[in-house]
């Protein structure tokens, strides 16, 4: 389990419950990229058979969320948007370092810390929700999500040393705190 160094704000909170179509479409693609990400892993890495098993359920899971916010989109009359950048993921990618091997530490660790990150949000928003059927979807997502970030780090302790595992990941804590300071409020998960 991955204790985050920075709590999300308020502010935060309140621009998405104001917005809540615009936060909706970004956490459809956001999902959509989940599973992406668990899927170039594979690609990456098809000779780790402990990564590869794991990827391959958490692909089909962020798929299975994906599917689930879409219905929602549709409900709603909206439509899925392009592919856009999430400043926010793409910052906190710039921290990961080149080398066979640091560059695979680094990619599970981000992986588990978005994961982290998205937990926290999903949890915040379902306790800020009012319809009880959008609530109750919320909560079941961050429980599922509550699962991926440990299974990012359980995945970097079998392939590197736990002391090595310990110390970037404080690292990268510390960054991602960092970025989260820096990054413009907006309706949307990140
Ligand atoms: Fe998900
Ligand atoms: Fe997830």
Same mark, same amino acid.
């Given at each position: 389990m991955i204790t985050l160094q920075a709590a999300s704000s308020p502010a935060w909170l309140r621009a998405? =419950?104001?917005? #809540?179509?615009? #936060?909706?479409?970004?956490?459809a693609a956001a999902e959509r990229k989940a599973s992406a990400?668990?899927?170039?892993?594979?690609?990456?890495?098809?000779?780790?058979? @402990?990564?590869?098993?794991?990827?391959?359920?958490?692909?089909?899971?962020?798929?299975?969320h994906f599917y689930q916010v879409y219905?929602?989109?549709?409900?709603?009359?909206?439509?899925?948007?392009?592919?856009?950048k999430d400043p926010y993921v793409r910052a906190l990618r710039a921290e990961i370092r080149n080398g066979r091997d640091d560059y695979f530490l680094d990619r599970l660790l981000v992986g588990g810390i978005v994961e982290a990150? +998205?937990?926290?949000? #999903? +949890? =915040?928003? $379902?306790?800020?929700?009012?319809?009880? $059927?959008? @609530?109750?979807f919320y909560r079941e997502i961050a429980a599922?999500?509550?699962?991926?970030?440990?299974? #990012?780090?359980?995945?970097?302790?079998?392939?590197f040393p736990r002391g090595?595992?310990? @110390?970037?990941?404080? $690292?990268?804590?510390?960054?991602?705190?960092?970025?989260?300071?820096g990054l413009a409020i907006r309706p949307a998960l990140h």
């Open positions: 998405v =419950m104001e917005n #809540f179509d615009a #936060f909706l479409l970004d956490h990400v668990a899927l170039s892993l594979i690609t990456h890495y098809p000779d780790c058979k @402990q990564l590869v098993a794991a990827m391959m359920d958490l692909a089909r899971e962020e798929l299975e219905l929602r989109v549709e409900e709603r009359g909206l439509h899925l948007g392009p592919d856009t990150r +998205g937990c926290e949000r #999903f +949890g =915040m928003i $379902a306790e800020a929700l009012t319809d009880p $059927a959008l @609530q109750s599922s999500e509550a699962k991926h970030d440990a299974l #990012f780090v359980e995945l970097a302790n079998e392939y090595s595992v310990d @110390q970037r990941l404080e $690292a990268l804590l510390a960054a991602e705190a960092k970025i989260l300071r």
